[in-house]
């Protein structure tokens, strides 16, 4: 055991970095003693970027990392430093932006190689060991790398110059100021169908991930009468990923993309921020599509993360699932033999779940041919057919046998679990549940709004600094957050107001904005930076950058446009709309050549064009009319909807709402069941027919561009 490694890492809050705590390699956290060390022995510093989750980053950690020569070798001539990306999303991005220049591919693992002062000059991602298939070996590149930045210096600071000075022009999106325009979102829907699969559903070709902004910005697009081909589109793809292995068939919760175009067999890892925003994703297309699998599949995601993913007793959900074991499986807990099938289910069970999810001797993983992706190849009335069976009994020997399969697995060893929970993520989660507490009703719905405000009561309790804003993550040394953490923290307080109408909420949504402007915005430019004026420096690339991608969560700047307009809708103060108007201007330059990967960019035009929609429904409380109006609000899908049950009791307390919604409700009868539907300034007539609320919510003059 490498006894300084152990020192400076063993107490690390990061589990990816305290998982290298045996290595023989040195390694540094990312601050100041390893640049101290890299200008003081003069040294170029070697840089690791990982995940605990990440499958490629254990096989570099064992085949290099974990080998004593090449340890030697970089410890000799580098300053090593380890990590997380989970935990140092800042330091991630800026090096994944500058290597993929260098080598044109990013991910994990990030293999970079820097000046003493932390401007990169050469990197990549994984490397093997030796030299291989023509491609040079670790140990290679390690002396070359070396030998470069001690006999060609100056070639190496100048290669670095530029590099530094690329990545922060690009970070900015310098000159990619615009002025706004219905075609922008025009432009990037014509690009997402231009990409779609039309044979297999998703978009573009393998390895297929979910884009989950782009569905829900073809839903809405759908919804204001973009043509019904955006709903087929929406609706397909969201049906073969559910049918497909890259859905845990047994468990529930999606891993985190497909190899394949058919989205059979995945990468096994399961994310947290994947399956918040695809269960948003079921939710929405069960909403406008009313198909009943999109509703089972949304609760399989929330059967999975309440079992999985969550600390159901103090609140909180959990960063994510490990795809193996061991490196020397490749998601052996999550696939099947046949004989595995076979001995844990009766002859009948096992033939049903063979011919359901094609379970045969030969299934489709490379490093064990015997084993399968489970993943739906025929419905419950062709297994019928096919055995002679009613479909009811087949439905049913499924539903026992996929429980007996399910025991079996959990007793199997089970990959790790990193039970950090970052802010961003669980607000993230947060949002999803509470949506699905409004969609699916009943007792799921009422334990998904429970555990959402529990969550969130935790994160203010923990993470919340009225100087700084929201920490980064629950727990620990307080790490300082980014913009992510402020705007989608504030999006789902906004949600808990909305269900609650508890005040303490929405104050704090304010407060998280207000910190979000004073300390990313940038006032000249437009858009928000990712860190804050105040915080420590960097160090290395410290480069100002403005997220606006989809890479993979949603990008934080349109979330921050869409935040601050749903608050000038509750607010009517004009800072708020400014500031996300001049977030969209900022980027409208550069916005259409992103296309499919800055969706979420869309949704942010879209909903800016429009303002939210607000449907406030009064009602003494238990009035059955009320509650027929209230589910029927919550039934239809638009994006940037708020359904507020106000009381008789909560109109009198006016001090429990914001101004807009304060001014409004006094007009209305607070003891009759009506609903009041309204965007911007404008309200409709208050209805109290159900039927005629869809029908407001749905109808075309809400769309945003002209077809």
């Keep these: 055991m490498n006894e300084k490694s152990e020192g400076r890492l063993a107490r690390s809050a990061s589990p990816y970095l305290r998982s290298a705590t045996h290595q023989p390699v040195e390694w540094y956290e990312w601050g100041d003693d390893a640049f101290s060390r890299a200008r003081s022995e003069d040294k170029p510093i070697l840089l690791d970027v990982g995940a605990v989750w990440c499958h490629w980053c254990h096989v570099i950690d064992r085949e290099s990392y974990e080998n004593e020569q090449l340890a030697a070798i970089i410890n000799r001539l580098f300053v090593p430093v380890k990590v997380d990306r989970d935990e140092r999303p800042d330091v991630d991005a800026r090096y994944q932006a500058a290597i993929s220049t260098i080598s044109g591919q990013g991910g994990w ?27 040079p070996g670790f140990r290679r590149i390690l002396e070359a790398v070396a030998d470069a930045f ?26 990619s ?29 393998s390895p297929k991930f979910p884009h989950t902004s782009a569905i829900d910005l073809l839903l809405e697009r759908y919804q204001s009468g973009g043509g019904l081909h955006l ?59 009313r198909e009943p699998q999109f509703r089972e599949i949304a609760e399989g995601i929330i059967d999975w993360t309440n079992a999985v993913l969550s600390d159901q007793e103090r609140g909180g959900f959990y960063a994510s699932q490990d795809a193996d074991q061991t490196l020397d499986d490749d998601g052996d807990y999550f696939t099947w033999t046949q004989q595995e099938v076979r001995a844990v289910l009766a002859p009948e069970e096992a033939r049903v ?23 739906i190849a025929r419905q419950p009335g062709e297994v019928a057919a096919t055995l002679g069976m009613d479909e009811a009994s087949v439905r049913l020997t499924l539903a026992k046998a996929r429980g007996k399969l399910l025991a079996a697995r959990a007793a199997r060893p089970t990959p790790f679990i990193d039970t950090t929970h970052y802010v961003a993520w669980n607000a993230m989660y947060v949002s999803a549940y509470l949506e699905a507490a409004s969609v699916l009703g009943g007792e799921k719905g009422a334990a998904c709004r429970a555990f959402a405000l529990k969550t969130l009561d935790r994160i203010l309790g923990e993470a919340w600094s009225e100087d700084h804003g929201f920490a980064h993550r629950v727990g620990g040394a307080r790490l300082d957050g980014s913009l992510d953490d402020q705007v989608f923290t504030g999006m789902a307080l906004l949600d808990a107001y909305q269900a609650t109408l508890d005040r303490k909420y929405f ?22 930076f990712d860190r804050a004026t105040s915080a420590a420096p960097m160090g290395g690339l410290d480069v100002r950058r403005k997220p606006l991608q989809d890479s993979p969560t949603p990008g934080a700047n349109p979330v921050a446009a869409i935040f601050m307009d749903r608050l000038y809708a509750y607010t009517g103060e004009a800072r708020y709309r400014e500031s996300a108007e001049a977030t969209l201007e900022a980027f409208a330059g550069i916005a259409p050549q992103f296309g499919l990967h800055a969706s979420t960019y869309g949704l942010a035009a879209t909903l800016h064009a429009r303002q939210p929609m607000e449907i406030v429904i009064t009602g003494n409380t238990g009035d059955p009319q009320a509650a027929a109006l209230e589910q029927a609000a919550n039934s239809v899908y638009r994006f940037g909807k708020a359904v507020l049950r106000v009381t008789s009791e909560r109109i009198r307390s ?31 007539p208050p209805v109290s027919d159900p039927a005629a609320l869809i029908a407001l919510l749905t109808e075309t003059p809400a769309k945003v561009s002209a077809d």
């Design 109 to 135: 693992p990030l293999t970079g190689f820097l000046l003493p002062d932390g401007r990169p000059f050469f990197g990549g991602t994984y490397f093997p060991p030796e030299d291989a298939m023509g491609r």
């Design 150 to 175: 001690h006999n060609r210096r100056g070639d190496v600071e100048e290669a670095a110059s530029r590099l530094a000075e690329a990545v922060a022009k690009a970070e900015t999106f310098t000159g």
């Design 177 to 205: 100021r615009g002025e706004l325009d219905a075609r922008i979102v025009d432009s990037q829907i014509e690009s997402i169908v231009g990409l779609f699969d039309s044979r297999n559903g998703g978009f573009g070709r």
């Design 231 to 289: 709903l087929e589109i929406a609706a397909m793809t969201l049906s073969k990923m559910g049918a497909g292995g890259v859905y845990d068939q047994i468990g529930g919760g999606f891993h985190r993309y497909s190899v394949d175009e058919r989205w059979c067999v995945p990468h096994f890892e399961k994310m947290s921020y994947d399956n918040s925003e695809l269960l948003k994703n079921f939710l929405h297309g069960y909403q406008v599509a």
């Design 353 to 375: 779940i063979e011919l359901a999810y094609d379970v045969e001797a030969r299934g489709e993983m490379h490093h064990n041919p015997a084993k399968n992706v489970l993943w």
């Design 507 to 528: 104050d704090a949504a304010r407060r998280a904005a207000d910190v979000a402007l004073a300390e990313y915005f940038d006032a000249e430019g437009g858009g928000f």
């Design 654 to 684: 006016t001090e429990t709402l914001p101004p807009a919604l304060a001014e409004t409700l006094p007009h209305l009868r607070a003891d009759v069941a009506q609903a009041l539907v309204c965007v911007g300034a404008t309200c409709r």
